[in-house]
């Protein structure tokens, strides 16, 4: 097991590696097999826009614990082009409509906790959390 | 509770692993609404099977559970469609329920109230295709015997058409004259429409005054379905012709006017294309069906012909309305 706690995206079979790292802490954590599965297809969305619309950026996944409840954090960053219209792409049917996948609004529902920000020309900051219950 | 249902669903599972029978299925099914009815995603519905697999055949091959790991993988996206439809369908109940609200302001908005006039009987009805009008009805009247008729069609139907007939209320409003002829009612209507509404949205007009004094009807159309004329003593019907762009187009527009005298039980009948582009899977409903239809009711009252004709032509299209409709008569008694 990888101490590593960051993956660079930069091809496809980075965002393979984002799974792995976030699988093994997620398990580590104590996570059952749902919620493993539901973090590592937050992490594989986020770092394939990452890969499809930033071209490089980073996922990084830290362990968290508040007030003893213990969490997972996803930190997807990029300094891509950055997203022109938030509403749009949070907006349910935006990205499956097409198939693209769950979206961002997926990642949401996914998560216990989701935030982003985004600058036009600088990148973007998505940052997702899930607690353990 | 996630325990007692977990527990549930091994019990109805273990029943059927012993007898694979059409019962036990049909439990099976009957269970997974509680699921759906208490959101549980696909993926925990195949997690939970797992568990209970595990604790009814633990010396199942690894390969066995290995596979539930991989299923709950493949039904993480089932799981967020299914959440993404519901959100959907929430969405699309709030939208229903504003669209009734705004039908609501719409009729209140848009009321206006039928002329009461000596020698004069008034028949009028409005049926919207969907929740908002794009037609509109506006009478005014006095005390020495003026009604006037307006009946505007916006080229277009629901929530745009109906945002865009708000503008003609408030041009009729702002002029409130119930003396004013056809040319200068549809001239200022014309400068408002073309002053505040969009270059794709067109309206459609006609005007009617009619002076119960004389029992001579002045009449003039922006663009709009000619009304029909129809001669008591004669038993024919006549259309009523007049040269005049839609509002909106130019606001150097100018309209015509001409003037009818009424006779007893005359009628004039003015509506919208709605009424004459009603069809049936065999194609449009012929003018003269439309007339027969009146002629057959010419002697009751003019909420009853108008209210006739709509009966009969609905039923000849099944109940379904494809544009607004609406038909006024004015007879002369």
Request: hydrophobic share 40%; glycine share 8%.
């Amino acid at each position: 097991m990888s101490n590593q706690s960051s993956v660079e995206i930069l091809t496809e079979w980075d965002i393979v590696a984002a799974r792995q790292l976030g699988r093994n802490v997620a398990k580590e954590l104590g996570f059952g097999t749902v919620d493993q599965a539901r973090i590592t297809t937050a992490i594989s969305e986020l770092a394939r826009n990452i890969y499809l619309y930033a071209g490089q950026g980073r996922i990084e996944i830290q362990r968290l614990t508040e007030n003893g409840v213990k969490g997972i954090l996803i930190i997807a960053a990029d300094n891509g082009p950055g997203i022109p219209d938030i509403r749009k792409v949070m907006e349910d049917g935006f990205s499956t409509s097409g198939g693209l996948g769950a979206g961002l609004p997926g990642v949401k529902r996914l998560m216990d906790d989701f935030r982003i920000e985004t600058i036009l020309g600088e990148g973007t900051d998505i940052r997702a959390t899930k607690w353990l219950r | 509770m996630v325990q007692k249902i977990e527990s549930q669903y091994k019990e109805i599972l273990s029943q059927y692993m012993q007898r694979q029978s059409e019962q036990n299925l049909y439990v099976g099914q009957n269970f997974s609404r509680q699921l759906i009815s208490e959101n549980t995603s696909p993926e925990e519905v195949i997690s939970m099977h797992k568990a209970a697999m595990q604790d009814l055949y633990s010396d199942m091959p690894e390969e066995v559970w290995h596979s539930f790991d991989f299923l709950i993988e493949m039904m993480i996206n089932y799981g967020l469609a299914l959440q993404e439809r519901q959100s959907l369908l929430k969405r699309q109940e709030e939208l229903k329920v504003e669209m009734d609200l705004a039908a609501h302001v719409q009729e209140t908005l848009l009321k206006t109230k039928l002329p009461a006039l000596e020698g004069l009987d008034i028949g009028l009805l409005s049926v919207p295709a969907r929740k908002m009008n794009g037609d509109y009805i506006y009478f005014i009247s006095d005390q020495a015997g003026h009604a006037g008729v307006a009946v505007a069609d916006v080229i277009g139907k629901g929530l745009p058409a109906a945002l865009c007939m708000s503008m003609v209320k408030f041009g009729m409003d702002s002029l409130n004259d119930s003396t004013a002829l056809p040319t200068q009612v549809l001239e200022t209507i014309n400068r408002v429409v073309e002053k505040s509404i969009d270059d794709s949205m067109f309206v459609s007009m006609f005007y009617g005054r009619y002076d119960a004094s004389d029992s001579r009807l002045t009449y003039g159309s922006a663009g709009h379905e000619p009304a029909i004329l129809y001669r008591a003593e004669k038993r024919e019907f006549f259309e009523l012709p007049a040269k005049g762009l839609l509002l909106g187009v130019s606001p150097l527009a100018t309209y015509e006017q001409h003037t009818i005298s009424l006779e007893k039980n005359d009628m004039v009948i003015m509506m919208t294309d709605g009424v004459t582009e009603c069809r049936t899977d065999e194609g449009f409903i012929e003018r003269d069906v439309i007339f027969n239809l009146i002629e057959s009711k010419k002697d009751e009252p003019a909420q009853a012909i108008v209210q006739y004709v709509y009966d009969e032509l609905e039923r000849m299209q099944n109940a379904e309305l494809r544009d607004d409709f609406t038909l006024v008569i004015y007879k002369k008694i």
